[in-house]
């Protein structure tokens, strides 16, 4: 018999309100203990509400969860003593240094002074701004606030960390140097909802995913059971005229399948069943006297894949949902 691994979160249709808006709308989620699980969707489709109902910020209307075996409701307490919560908006202070932050938020969790600051330094080190602790961190860069920001959820290290996109507005080289302290924390024992609009991001990180829409839970799989969900690969051309991408757009609509657009206005994307189909798509281009530059046959990309499952790319907003909670409103 095989064991199931146990759940580090287990939620059942779990809804909440604001107003006449729709946060969300009945989400199931089940979540093993020690991976990275992605909550996968566009601004507005409910990631934050979810978090913040999972990490008891704010009560669900309806339904239940369980995270790390406790009612998030009845047993709020617990649930706070066992997680942490990176959101969008830094937690730390910009008029106290990055040690001060550190040592300010191990004291009030119980540690003694010289402990504290034993493990400030020990954070500070880890994530690589040691030499920046001493700074007031409205001096920081934002790669380094957020790594700060990260370091001040695991003061006491937590059995589950929510983030909340976490690499919003930061750049290659920081949300990099994120990706890796995610993995890190993973490889020694802590389970991570990540929360991201960002397609690239679930598949770099991301054990399991599940795809939110409009309040919804729309698919769930591993990225690779997703992208196969849609079909077994992707035509890329690039064409020698970006003027054609239109006339381009409806030959490969017709012959091969849904066209994405990429952000270059000289490719375009395809979904693709098999070979076959994509040498019949860019044989009609041909036909049609459309030049390319190159073409390549892929797995579909996350990108893809949220296009096919919703009808609209993973940028557009959806569903109404409040901001993302202040800095007064995190778990300590």
């Known amino acids: 018999m095989t064991l199931q691994a146990p759940l580090a979160i287990e939620a059942t249709a779990l809804a909440k309100s604001f107003g006449d808006a729709t946060a969300v709308a009945g989400i199931d989620l089940a979540v093993p203990a020690g991976v990275i699980y992605g909550v996968l969707g566009p601004n507005g489709a409910g990631k934050t509400t979810t978090i913040r109902m999972l990490a008891t910020l704010i009560a669900p209307d309806s339904?239940?969860?369980?995270?790390?075996?406790?009612?998030?409701?009845?047993?709020?307490d617990a649930v706070r003593d066992l997680v942490s919560l990176t959101g969008q908006l830094a937690s730390v202070d910009e008029d106290l240094t990055g040690c001060e932050n550190l040592v300010l938020l191990g004291r009030l969790l119980g540690l003694r002074r010289a402990a504290a600051r034993a493990r400030a330094d020990e954070l500070l080190e880890?994530?690589?701004i040691a030499a920046a602790g001493g700074r007031l961190v409205k001096h920081y860069s934002g790669g380094m606030r957020r790594r700060l920001d990260i370091a001040a959820s695991l003061v006491v290290t937590p059995s589950l960390m929510f983030l909340d996109e976490p690499?919003?507005?930061?750049?290659?080289?920081?949300?990099?140097?994120?990706w890796e302290i995610a993995r890190a924390l993973?490889?020694?024992g802590t389970t991570i909802l990540l929360c991201t609009q960002y397609l690239e991001e679930a598949d770099q990180l991301a054990d399991g995913i599940a795809v939110i829409d409009r309040g919804r839970v729309i698919a769930e799989g591993t990225p690779g059971q997703l992208k196969a969900s849609v079909g077994t690969g992707a035509l890329h051309v690039r064409l020698l005229d970006p003027a054609t991408r239109p006339a381009a757009a409806a030959v490969l609509e017709r012959a091969v399948g849904?066209?994405?657009?990429?952000?270059?206005?000289?490719?375009l994307s395809a979904q693709c069943a098999d070979s076959a189909?994509?040498?019949?798509?860019?044989a009609e281009l041909a036909r049609a006297g459309i030049g390319l530059a190159d073409f390549s046959l892929d797995q579909p990309s996350l990108d893809e894949v949220?296009?096919?499952?919703t009808g609209h790319a993973a940028e557009d907003a959806a569903a109404g949902e409040p901001p993302a909670p202040t800095r007064e409103e995190q778990p300590s």
Not at 63 to 76: I, N, T
Not at 167 to 178: C, E, I, K, M, Y
């Open 306 to 309: 949220f296009l096919a499952l």
């Open 277 to 282: 189909r994509a040498a019949l798509g860019v």
């Open 63 to 76: 339904g239940s969860a369980r995270v790390l075996g406790h009612d998030v409701v009845a047993e709020a």
């Open 258 to 267: 849904t066209v994405v657009p990429a952000p270059d206005p000289g490719r």
């Open 126 to 128: 880890a994530f690589g």
């Open 167 to 178: 690499t919003t507005g930061l750049d290659p080289r920081s949300r990099n140097q994120v």
């Open 186 to 188: 993973v490889a020694e």
